[in-house]
């Protein structure tokens, strides 16, 4: 078994990179376990929230990214605001698709009057909130440059203040490193045939989601919207109120029927100059294109790691030579938080720095490193590797909280399956404080996940199709019960069923 102070290192000093929500819970965590000396949060930009913090300018929308971009090390930009790889993905009239009850940290409740999917502003005033017993511990305008491991064993950090270009860059050790920065940096924007040429002769016509703002932007334009993940389908029916009807929504698998105002397309295969034309693979031709719109995620994009040895980044489809999609397998001193997709990010983010946490303070351990290798190989196989790595599709994400939970309170890794304390099929309410590791108590609890929030997340898709059947009248929606999603009426009918 390895832990944080084998091989003489002992974690005294922490170094966490990005004051978004992952970033957060970590320094609550790390504060919990009273075991370091010193957590410093470094943040790139001048308030806490990470991708929650939107930036509402209205050149954001004009923004661009390079045509195509395929590089996951594609620039690292100067962190100042106007720096395109500083910008939010958050949009203008983003809504969460995920409900509040489930969303959240485990120790704060939203606002009474919040909708129940709140908008990108109501999440950043809950963070802001959220982060208000750790401010002190965090660096604003101090972007992380690089990040490199001394002979010690220790990381040396290398940053500069984004507001003061003069002064020269600060370095400075610290024994153990959790990377909170997020993954929706670089934008993917796959090579096509012909879209180098159209990009120069149509400059800004091709853009991604990460620089959309507002529906406004392509009002009476002709707009393909590529890919229909969650982000592209809300994007593409704000779009299509305002855009030449029928919208096209280019995708490997439509998501739904053709209708008046969207057509669905299979993917982009060319681009011509000449006439605007966008080429399909089923051999349909649109011309007079106005405007394309990639809405086909980011790659996993580190630059300040780029010296590791083995690397964390190659491909850039997923962070390589890890452990459960956190420790750094040659060197679990430098760890990283919500990775994962598919998932519900705040009580992922909570689990993984509890064990985080526990792990460098040498009350849990590791296994060796040979397990920790057949562990990647594992998931390898599993999932296909790839970007398919770190998804985690329901129910795979709710076990993995409750696995994570296990293993932080009881010391040892648990299937997920069942709670470790009662044995039970059915999750219990997980509200024990069991001594753990050397005997030592988990002063912070992680979430553990009760059979409502695995009702509630099997059903969010649903949950939101209702919230927005009400239109307008969504804003004043707090309950599942009042969208028509009562837990307690569906116990009561089950009950009834089996009896």
């Avoid at 992922?348 to 990647?376: F, K, T």
Wanted: aromatic share 10%; charged share 25%.
């Amino acid at each position: 078994m390895v832990g944080a102070r084998d091989n003489n290192c002992k974690v005294r000093s922490i170094c966490i990179v990005g004051a978004g929500p992952s970033g957060l819970a970590a320094a609550k965590y790390f504060i919990a376990e009273e075991a370091f000396d010193r957590i410093v949060l470094f943040e790139q930009r001048d308030n806490v929230g990470g991708l929650w913090n939107h930036l509402p300018r209205p050149e954001a929308g004009k923004l661009a990214s390079e045509v195509p971009q395929t590089d996951p090390n594609g620039g690292y930009g100067d962190g100042s605001p106007e720096d395109p790889l500083v910008c939010s993905p958050i949009y203008d009239l983003l809504e969460t698709n995920i409900p509040r009850g489930l969303m959240g940290f485990s120790d704060q409740e939203w606002p009474s009057n919040c909708q129940l999917f709140p908008n990108h502003k109501t999440v950043l005033r809950y963070l802001e909130d959220y982060a208000q017993d750790v401010l002190h511990l965090i660096r604003f305008n101090n972007k992380v440059l690089d990040i490199t491991q001394t002979s010690n064993g220790r990381w040396l950090i290398e940053s500069r203040k984004t507001t003061h270009d003069q002064l020269p860059n600060q370095s400075e050790t610290f024994d153990a490193v959790l990377v909170a920065s997020g993954h929706f940096d670089v934008p993917y924007i796959p090579s096509v045939s012909g879209i180098t040429a159209w990009h120069d002769t149509y400059p800004g016509s091709i853009t991604h989601s990460k620089f959309y703002r507002h529906p406004s932007d392509f009002a009476d334009r002709k707009v393909v919207v590529v890919g229909n993940s969650a982000s592209g389908q809300d994007i593409a029916n704000q779009v299509r109120s305002v855009s030449r009807k029928p919208l096209l929504q280019s995708s490997k698998a439509p998501a739904q029927a053709s209708s008046a105002s969207k057509l669905e397309k299979p993917p982009i295969v060319k681009y011509e100059t000449e006439g605007r034309c966008v080429h399909f693979a089923d051999g349909t031709v649109e011309t007079n294109v106005d405007s394309i719109l990639y809405c086909t995620g980011y790659f996993y994009s580190y630059p300040f790691l780029r010296s590791l040895q083995p690397p964390v980044i190659t491909s850039g489809e997923y962070v390589e030579n890890l452990y459960q999609h956190m420790f750094y397998r040659p060197r679990p001193t430098l760890a990283f938080a919500a990775l994962n997709q598919k998932i519900i990010p705040f009580p992922v983010a909570e689990a993984q720095c509890s064990m985080v946490s526990g792990v460098w303070a040498g009350r849990l351990r590791l296994p060796e490193e040979s397990e920790m290798r057949r562990w990647e190989q594992r998931t390898l196989e599993d999932t296909g590797g790839g970007r398919n790595f770190h998804v985690l599709k329901f129910p795979k994400d709710a076990d993995y909280i409750n696995m994570l939970h296990d293993w932080a309170m009881n010391g040892t890794e648990s299937s997920g399956e069942s709670c470790a304390r009662c044995k039970e099929a059915t999750p219990c309410n997980g509200a024990g404080k069991a001594a753990v590791g050397k005997g030592t108590l988990v002063r912070k609890e992680p979430p553990y996940w009760t059979e409502k929030e695995y009702w509630t997340r099997e059903r969010f898709p649903e949950i939101k199709k209702a919230f927005q059947a009400f239109d307008e009248e969504r804003h004043t929606k707090r309950s599942l019960e009042e969208v028509g999603f009562d837990f307690a009426k569906y116990k009561g009918d089950r009950w009834e069923w089996m009896v």
